[in-house]
């Protein structure tokens, strides 16, 4: 089937972007065009004389873009991601741009990885391969401590919270805390106990944080969350970058307060991640502190990089441009916020 009448412009382009759009796009046909560089006011003059404009997490899509994208013609947006944090809503609605995401491609892929990154880390797994690699067999410095029987806190059960929630209270025999506003029965009934926030901040071994990032949630973990913690605690993050305080994170690792961190997201992540800065000097000094730690584990922003979870975002995504151009409801559409009048 062509279609070659939709035409799509996918910015931040990767190479995985380009090898899993096109292998879905077989059953539409449109025109994709993909362009390497973020989304930007000036970038957003090569949409000229396309409906779709399509982008990732980190391209800042204000007011001044979204009238670049109106006025090259574009009627949709598409994000290939869940989160809309970076979107201008209301400014996209003035300018008639609906806008699409994917509400939900693979918990699975950022659960998996999440418990990863907890192994690597609780037992220096990334450490003694770096070793290895060197001929260095000594086990001095790496020793770990059982998951079994420790006490682990999920901050938010929603779709990825609730799986790493099962795999440590199912799998590994953790004592589980979790805090969400939204109770699942199904985790209590394993034997999770759901507590206030602030006392799982204060009796978790292990922290995995999996809510979304809102005004109420931004530095969830600040320097009076870590003063208040558990001497020992281990942390990991790969919801929002923004739900941890990198400063006083920093400092808490200064006072060895905290025993490890594991961060796949950052609060100034974008410019940065995704991107190959190895012959570059990078000007932000917190990130590059954070990176000296022995005891900070970093991955720029991979969780959700599994062959299903692109497989996904890329049918998803295809779809919403297809209902869009064919005039049907657009079920992932995102709506601006209503402000109440009561
Ligand atoms: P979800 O909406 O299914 O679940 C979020 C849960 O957080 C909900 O149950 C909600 O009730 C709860 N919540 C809301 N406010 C809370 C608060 N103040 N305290 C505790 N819980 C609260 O979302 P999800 O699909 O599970 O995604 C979770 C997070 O993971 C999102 O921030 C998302 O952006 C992030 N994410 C990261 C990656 C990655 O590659 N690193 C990939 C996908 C999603």
Redesign the pocket.
């Known amino acids: 089937m062509t279609n070659s009448a939709v035409s799509v412009a996918i910015y931040g382009t990767r190479p995985y972007d380009r090898q899993f759009l096109n292998a879905a796009n077989i059953a539409h046909g449109f025109d994709l065009m993909f362009i390497e560089a973020p989304l930007t006011p000036l970038s957003a003059k090569l949409a000229a004389g396309f409906r779709v404009a399509c982008v990732f997490v980190n391209d800042v899509v204000d007011r001044e873009v979204l009238h670049a994208l109106a006025e090259a013609g574009v009627a949709l947006l598409a994000l290939r991601?869940?989160?809309y944090n970076n979107v201008d809503l209301a400014a996209a609605e003035e300018l008639g741009i609906a806008v699409v995401r994917v509400p939900?491609?693979s918990?699975h892929?950022?659960s998996e990885?999440t418990i990863g990154l907890l192994l690597s880390l609780d037992r220096r797994i990334h450490r003694a391969w770096a070793r290895v690699r060197e001929n260095n067999f000594a086990l001095d410095g790496l020793v770990g401590r059982n998951l079994h029987g420790r006490v682990a806190g999920v901050?938010?059960?929603?779709?990825?919270?609730?799986l790493v929630a099962r795999a440590l209270r199912a799998g590994f025999g953790c004592e589980v805390l979790a805090?969400?506003?939204?109770v699942?029965q199904g985790l209590v009934d394993i034997g999770v106990r759901y507590v206030e926030?602030d006392a799982l901040l204060r009796e978790a071994e292990i922290i995995s944080l999996?809510?979304?990032?809102?005004p109420?949630?931004r530095h969830?973990i600040d320097a009076k969350a870590l003063s208040g913690a558990k001497p020992g605690l281990l942390i990991v993050n790969?919801?929002?970058g923004a739900l941890i305080d990198s400063t006083a994170l920093i400092e808490a690792l200064k006072q060895r307060k905290i025993a490890g961190v594991a961060l796949?997201?950052y609060e100034q992540e974008a410019g940065v991640f995704f991107e190959d800065l190895s012959s570059e000097i990078i000007d932000d000094d917190v990130l590059q502190r954070l990176l000296t730690f022995p005891n900070v584990l970093m991955t720029g922003?991979?969780?959700?990089?599994t062959e299903e979870a692109l497989t996904a975002i890329a049918h998803t995504t295809l779809q919403s441009v297809a209902d869009f151009s064919a005039g049907r409801p657009l079920p992932n559409q995102v709506d601006a916020p209503r402000l109440s009048l009561l």
């Open positions: 991601c869940a989160g939900a491609y918990p892929a950022v990885f901050v938010g059960t929603g779709q990825i919270g609730s805090a969400d506003p939204v699942d926030p999996h809510c979304p990032l809102t109420d949630t969830l790969t919801s929002r796949d997201v922003h991979q969780a959700f990089l």
